[in-house]
């Protein structure tokens, strides 16, 4: 069966079609694996890359630069990337940048975040490996999230046990909340405490008032001789005359005590007078006869008064005094 001149017109459209949408799809695989660009690459190392694949973006600063073209382990803790960056941006990429995983979205595939590092720096270089800083992996979230959770139920635990201990009237706290008495009494203490304070805040207002009223009042006494130093130094000198004063009566008591001491230990009048006894019942005597002696010689004398011999006399002499005390009068 031969083929009709229109039908092999639509064959060769569709094969054009078809190689065109091929060359295409191609084209923009390519352009997207940056495959016809010319490249750079980029190397650093990592202890986890957390599923990181072949192909797998690399951005700068959020902007697709390149792919991830190969990944080795070297040893049990380090695994080298390289990566094929585009010529235009290797030059706005520093040798102090930083590479991170990360992942495209929530759910995306891994890539590689380069981000600029701190200070001044040159430009990197083709094959130059760059630092690399690895995230919290969600394994580790979750095993963090997981002893979070554990710690969470023991303190719970804990903190059941110990509201049921209050609850019961456990413990101190626990006294205190369910003990009416022993809350009255406390807070009794409490209010006897503000008012003890209260009483000490007057007592230091009224004791700073005296103070300030020592200081300002020089008619007081106290304040006279705080503030007036003329007082002050009249005070002092009458102080220093007392204490002059003492020390001279000191001197002439131990005088006097030397004077006794003499007179105790001499053998004079005084001594046998004071001693003794046997002298003193002497002189007792002789002075009553003395006494007796004198008063039967008045006596003598007043007999003689009336005497008719010596009456006469006597009334001569009393004439006489008289005229004496007129004259003188």
């Known amino acids: 069966m031969k083929t009709t001149m229109p039908q092999r017109l639509k ?17 923009l695989i390519g352009d997207k694996q940056h495959m016809f660009k010319n490249k750079f690459t980029i190397n650093t190392h990592f202890q986890n890359i957390s599923g990181l694949q072949k192909g797998n973006n690399v951005r700068y600063s959020g902007i697709n630069i390149g792919t991830v073209t190969d ?11 390289k990566m094929g960056v585009d010529e235009k941006i290797i030059k706005h990429i520093r ?18 975040n380069i981000v600029p590092g701190k200070g001044i720096s040159p430009s990197i270089a083709d094959g130059d490996t760059i630092q690399s800083y690895s995230k919290i992996g969600t394994d580790d979230i979750l095993n963090t999230l997981s002893v979070t959770n ?4 023991i303190l719970t635990s804990d903190l059941l046990t110990i509201t049921n201990s209050i609850i ?13 008495i022993m809350a009255y009494d406390l807070k009794q203490s409490v209010t006897n405490l503000k008012l003890a304070t209260n009483k000490a805040s007057l007592a230091f207002e009224d004791l700073n008032t005296i103070i300030n009223s020592l200081k300002s009042e020089d ?3 106290l304040g006279m001789l705080l503030n007036d130093t003329i007082s002050g130094k009249k005070m002092k000198d009458i102080i220093h005359n007392l204490e002059l004063g003492s020390a001279e009566i000191r001197h002439l008591i131990k005088d006097v005590n030397i004077v006794v001491d003499d007179l105790n230990s001499s053998q004079g009048t005084y001594h046998y007078i004071a001693k003794d006894t046997a002298l003193v019942n002497s002189l007792k005597a002789t002075f009553n006869e003395i006494n007796e002696g004198a008063s039967k010689f008045n006596q003598n004398m007043e007999a003689l008064k009336h005497n008719f011999l010596t009456r006469g006399y006597f009334r001569k002499i009393e004439r006489q005094e008289k005229k004496s005390k007129k004259k003188s009068n």
């Open 219 to 221: 008619e007081a006494v």
């Open 168 to 180: 019961e009237g456990k413990g101190t706290l626990g006294i205190l909340l369910n003990d009416t």
């Open 95 to 112: 040798k102090n940048a930083i590479a991170t995983i990360g992942s495209d979205g929530l759910v995306g595939n891994m890539i590689v």
């Open 71 to 81: 990944i080795t382990m070297i040893n049990d803790s380090t695994i080298k990337i």
């Open 11 to 27: 064959l060769g459209i569709f094969v054009i079609t078809g190689t065109i949408l091929f060359v295409i799809a191609v084209y």
């Open 150 to 153: 554990e710690n969470a139920a």
